[in-house]
């Protein structure tokens, strides 16, 4: 005899169906194709009528597309498309920041940009100047203006740099949700004096401290540093400067030295979901959650080191088992060995 299902059963059977999407979360590219490719295979991503596909993921990128590697136009086109076609979404980074407010005009001071074009900001744009076309960079100019600050997916966020409700309601408040950058909002958030200003660059480069009593550090390409990034997520009470830097450094004098000033934490709470980043340029070889729910996922490709990829499966407890990473082939070039701004 046929029994009709009752309403709870259907209820129950259709909620053991995980019809969720589930995520890899890729760091910063910079101009590193190859690499990228590498990495989607690795996941398991296929390339099907120009555009890489997983049957069953989505790849989440955490911005920082362009500038100093060799293949700009080739990294723009993949993500592009993944992003355009439903197998990928992503945030800003600093560099697509930058890029939009180097290419807008400032209508305030007449012949010069949002993003005034000195010596070392042309720098680290070169290699996108160089690589595209004024096409190709109007195009991906385009595509930047509409990447979103942040993703909150509920089950996990994301963003390039730092996590900040209260900077996040001031953005939210010049950019309401899902819409697209616009110029008097690159004007604002490249005026200093603009609240919106500080809020964009906690966002994207992240909070830094000054190191106390004149005490500075030389960074990996040689430059010599008192202002350095944070571990904004932890309370900086009682840590050293040595602990508080992020990435951290293994200088005694930065370890017997305590942090006194640092720009506001945003400490996150152990029972927040899952939060991804990219932007800090960690350079350990094993990849590894720098808490329980929280990962960086930029392990320096463009500084002869990693492209990484976070698989996640839904979990709430990150592992070091779920980072996939792909390693430059030995002895390429970094394309600006000499970069002299922290502002990357
Ligand atoms: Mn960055």
Redesign the pocket.
């Known amino acids: 005899m046929l029994r009709k299902p009752v309403l709870s059963e259907c209820n129950s059977a259709s909620s053991q169906l995980n019809f969720s999407l589930m995520y890899d979360l890729i760091g910063?590219i910079h101009g590193y194709a190859d690499e990228l490719v590498r990495l989607l295979e690795t996941l398991g991503y296929q390339e099907v009528q120009g555009v890489f596909r997983h049957p069953e993921r989505q790849v989440i990128f955490c911005?920082?597309f362009i500038d100093r590697g060799p293949q700009i136009r080739d990294v723009l086109r993949i993500c592009r498309s993944m992003c355009e076609n439903g197998s990928a979404e992503a945030v800003m980074?600093?560099?697509e920041f930058n890029a939009l407010a180097y290419a807008t005009p400032d209508p305030s001071r007449p012949g010069k940009h949002l993003r005034t074009h000195t010596e070392g900001t042309r720098r680290q744009h070169q290699a996108t100047l160089d690589q595209l076309s004024e096409q190709e960079l109007e195009s991906a100019l385009d595509w930047f203006r509409g990447l979103p600050m942040w993703l909150d997916k509920q089950q996990l966020r994301v963003v390039?740099?730092c996590w900040d409700q209260r900077d996040m309601l001031v953005i939210r408040e010049a950019l309401p949700a899902g819409s697209a950058v616009n110029t008097d909002f690159l004007i604002r958030a490249t005026r200093i004096s603009d609240p919106l200003y500080r809020s964009v660059e906690r966002t994207?480069?992240g909070p830094e401290m000054r190191l106390p009593g004149g005490l500075s550090v030389t960074d990996r390409e040689g430059n010599v540093r008192r202002q350095v990034r944070t571990r904004w997520f932890e309370r900086p009470e009682g840590r050293s400067c040595a602990e508080y830097m992020m990435p951290r450094v293994n200088l005694q004098y930065l370890q017997t030295t305590m942090v006194t000033d640092s720009d506001r934490p945003a400490p996150y709470a152990a029972d927040e979901p899952p939060l991804f980043f990219?932007?800090y340029w960690l350079y350990d070889s094993t990849p590894a959650p720098l808490r329980p729910n929280i990962a960086c996922l930029?392990y320096s490709v463009a500084r002869n080191g990693m492209l990484t990829a976070y698989r996640y499966h839904g979990e709430n407890r990150l592992s070091a088992a779920s980072f996939v990473s792909v390693r430059r082939p030995p002895q390429t070039p970094d394309c600006d060995p000499e970069s002299t701004s922290q502002d990357?």
Do not use: Q
Request: charged share 30%; net charge negative; aromatic share 0%.
């Open positions: 910063d911005g920082d980074g600093n560099h390039h740099a994207l480069k990219g932007h930029d990357s």
